[in-house]
């Protein structure tokens, strides 16, 4: 458990200690985090934890998400890829079995794990939800994460797509707060971005990446992690112009990283984190790309979550 004191990053405690901890999730003074062995739920501040489990008929647990406008509506997305609904703060849950059939049915696996496939991302607006399969496609749910089915500009099949369709290892994914048609899905293949809801997809850098960000504010302003392989020379890009132009803005950290890479992107209020995949964690103020390193202490860092 870190905290943000007097403008830095610092380890407050241990916590979870023996669990290898894949995702956490914040909001009303409730910590949640997806480990190998299921959720775990915090109601003070990380000093304890209990499972919170029930339900979970697949246990490791890669990416949770809050519904944003409803009050302890959680998803928690597995390996296997599986996607689970919580409606009483993880307290218990319910598979969601078009997924599993979804899985079956489009042979979706993982290079690394003999797992079929894994749900490594969620991004929701309103009642429209997207979900990151990974090696299997987009899904997108119509009903704010209830019940899912596969986007139309997306195979869910794990061979290389046609032209407007999505690459089908997608890692994860960004909905815009101006329209929950607007998406942006960092996948192996490279950048997407659709602009109708995932019918129909543009491939606007092509490389290997698995995290953007995206101004709230200004969506032409990206935030990019890619690679030209898996955790191959990975670096830090910006495009002011929606993607059509791109600029390093990880000079000062001597990128590209040879054996490492931007694995996702967290805004923590004006400050923007990035996590690597070799456990280091960078940090910028929004206003200006000045990166850094901060917890330098700490190892192994997988995901960060802001709790209000």
Same mark, same amino acid.
């Given at each position: 458990?870190?905290?943000?004191?007097?403008?830095?990053?610092?380890?407050?405690?241990?916590?979870?200690?023996? @669990?290898?901890?894949?995702?956490? *999730?914040? %909001?009303?003074?409730? *910590?949640?985090?997806?480990?190998?062995?299921?959720?775990?739920?915090?109601?003070?501040?990380?000093?304890?934890?209990?499972?919170?489990?029930?339900?979970?008929? *697949?246990?490791?647990?890669?990416?949770?998400?809050?519904?944003?406008?409803?009050? +302890?509506?959680?998803?928690?997305?597995?390996?296997?890829?599986?996607?689970?609904?919580?409606?009483?703060?993880? %307290?218990?849950?319910?598979? $969601?079995?078009?997924?599993?059939?979804?899985?079956?049915?489009?042979?979706? !696996?993982?290079?690394?794990?003999?797992?079929?496939?894994?749900?490594?991302?969620?991004?929701?607006?309103?009642?429209?939800? !997207?979900?990151?399969?990974?090696?299997?496609?987009?899904?997108?749910?119509?009903?704010?994460?209830?019940?899912?089915?596969?986007?139309?500009?997306?195979?869910?099949?794990?061979?290389?797509?046609?032209?407007?369709?999505?690459?089908?290892?997608? /890692?994860?994914? &960004?909905?815009?707060?101006?329209?929950?048609?607007?998406? &942006?899905?960092?996948?192996?293949?490279?950048?997407?971005?659709?602009?109708?809801?995932?019918?129909?997809?543009? &491939?606007?850098?092509?490389? !290997? $990446?698995?995290?953007?960000?995206?101004?709230?504010?200004?969506?032409?302003? *990206?935030?990019?992690?890619?690679?030209?392989?898996? +955790?191959?020379?990975?670096?830090?890009?910006?495009?002011?112009?929606?993607?059509?132009?791109?600029?390093?803005?990880?000079?000062?950290?001597?990128?590209?990283?040879?054996?490492?890479?931007?694995?996702?992107?967290? @805004?923590?209020? +004006?400050?923007?984190?990035?996590?690597?995949?070799?456990?280091?964690?960078?940090?910028?103020?929004?206003?200006?790309?000045?990166?850094? /390193?901060?917890?330098?202490?700490?190892?192994?860092?997988?995901?960060?979550?802001?709790?209000?």
């Amino acid at each position: 458990m870190c905290a943000r004191q007097g403008g830095e990053w610092r380890p407050l405690r241990d916590s979870l200690t023996g @669990q290898s901890v894949n995702s956490v *999730i914040a %909001r009303e003074g409730v *910590i949640l985090a997806g480990t190998r062995q299921g959720v775990y739920r915090s109601d003070d501040e990380g000093r304890t934890w209990q499972e919170a489990s029930a339900g979970l008929t *697949i246990q490791h647990v890669r990416w949770m998400a809050y519904h944003p406008d409803h009050s +302890d509506f959680e998803l928690a997305g597995s390996e296997p890829a599986g996607i689970f609904v919580s409606r009483d703060g993880a %307290r218990s849950w319910r598979a $969601c079995p078009e997924v599993e059939e979804l899985r079956q049915t489009g042979g979706w !696996y993982l290079p690394y794990s003999p797992e079929a496939g894994c749900i490594r991302g969620f991004a929701i607006h309103g009642q429209r939800a !997207y979900a990151a399969a990974e090696v299997g496609g987009v899904l997108v749910s119509e009903d704010g994460g209830e019940t899912w089915r596969l986007a139309p500009g997306s195979q869910g099949k794990p061979i290389s797509p046609p032209v407007e369709y999505v690459h089908p290892d997608v /890692h994860s994914l &960004l909905v815009h707060p101006s329209s929950p048609d607007r998406v &942006l899905a960092p996948t192996g293949g490279g950048l997407y971005r659709s602009l109708d809801g995932g019918a129909t997809w543009d &491939l606007i850098y092509r490389c !290997y $990446c698995r995290a953007a960000w995206q101004n709230p504010l200004d969506d032409r302003h *990206i935030i990019f992690g890619p690679a030209d392989f898996v +955790d191959r020379n990975g670096r830090i890009e910006e495009s002011l112009d929606g993607g059509r132009e791109w600029h390093a803005v990880s000079h000062n950290l001597n990128a590209p990283w040879p054996r490492h890479m931007v694995e996702r992107f967290f @805004q923590a209020g +004006d400050e923007l984190l990035a996590v690597l995949s070799d456990g280091e964690v960078l940090i910028t103020p929004l206003e200006n790309q000045t990166w850094r /390193h901060a917890l330098s202490e700490v190892r192994d860092v997988r995901a960060a979550a802001l709790l209000a």
